[in-house]
């Protein structure tokens, strides 16, 4: 379901209006954001139907009201001018290019994410049940020019399976991160010495996403909810919970 121009154009008066606020956010545009993000989760991760899959569906609801709770607070935040309210013409054209910003380029890199992460998520639960044979993971950067310098001293990084190594520095470990694990049988492990030297990752995955369905976690800006309305984020802004 894409959002009509119609709706937006229409989105932007009510918002204009007042009728639109944090309080009262609007619903269709939030069902456009958590079926984009839901329809990106891999079908063969929500078809196991496990706790980690519904954790992340949930996850992805409150960031997606979230989300649009800072697109509504940003746009209604342009509205005062010199004498009260500035023009609507004027106000149409920021409140555009902001909609533009959260829900294009933005979005799009939310929904790779959610793929690469249920990818990630998937395939721990491999590791999880393979590993009293293959008891080691071994990190792979993607081995081009273009891994980050983030990830570049990880590679070929060995610790078991079980090691708690793994809940802050499992792939994802930045946006767009291409990184990945390989189980192995046999291997040294990467020493203490070396492990404390690893950088730390982008705070919003640091957790291991095959333990928590996490995709988002509360640090990232989006979550950054100011004081007066926390209670009503507790209650995803009254917007509905889809799975
Ligand atoms: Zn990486």
Redesign the pocket.
């Known amino acids: 379901m894409a959002l009509s121009k119609r709706y937006v154009d229409d989105l932007f008066k009510q918002i204009y209006k007042g009728k639109i606020g944090p309080k009262n956010l609007p619903q269709p545009l939030y069902m456009f954001v958590v079926e984009e993000l839901q329809n990106n989760i891999e079908p063969e991760f929500i078809a196991t139907g496990s706790e980690l899959s519904e954790a992340m569906q949930i996850n992805l609801n409150l960031f997606a009201s979230a989300k649009v709770f800072q697109q509504i607070r940003e746009t209604i935040s342009i509205i005062p001018g010199d004498n009260g309210k500035i023009p609507f013409k004027e106000f149409e054209k920021k409140a555009q290019a902001i909609h533009d910003r959260y829900n294009g380029a933005w979005l799009k890199t939310e929904e790779t994410t959610v793929t690469l992460q249920s990818q990630n998520c998937m395939q721990w639960q491999t590791f999880e049940s393979n590993k009293e044979n293959l008891k080691y993971l071994q990190y792979q950067?993607?081995d081009d020019d273009r891994?980050?310098d983030?990830?570049k001293p990880?590679d070929n990084v060995i610790r078991r399976v079980d090691d708690p190594f793994w809940n802050n520095h499992s792939?994802?470990?930045?946006y767009r991160?291409?990184?990945y694990l390989i189980q192995i049988k046999n291997g040294v492990e990467t020493p203490d010495s070396l492990i404390d030297k690893m950088p730390e990752p982008n705070a919003v995955f640091k957790n291991n996403i095959g333990k928590t369905g996490i995709v988002f976690d509360k640090s990232h800006p989006y979550f950054d909810i100011p004081k007066q309305y926390i209670e009503l984020a507790k209650k995803n802004f009254n917007l509905p919970i889809v799975k």
């Open positions: 950067t993607s891994v980050s983030l990830c990880l792939p994802m470990r930045h991160c291409r990184c």
